[in-house]
């Protein structure tokens, strides 16, 4: 392998690795706060009154 090959997959998985521990946890806020909106819409009939 060539080391511009090597270096190319080193730099993939440090990308795939910082991706992984930035956006993950992002997600799972993300939809902690979309199911509480959710109840919240459908508590206050939201979705029926914008139809």
């Known amino acids: 392998m060539s080391p511009l090959a090597q270096f190319e997959q080193e730099l993939e ?6 991706t992984m521990r930035i956006v ?4 799972s806020e993300f939809d902690d706060v ?6 919240v819409c459908d508590r206050y009939d ?5 139809a």
């Open 46 to 50: 939201v979705k029926k009154r914008a």
């Open 13 to 18: 998985a440090l990308i795939r690795e910082l």
């Open 34 to 39: 979309w199911e509480v909106a959710n109840r």
């Open 24 to 27: 993950v946890p992002k997600m």
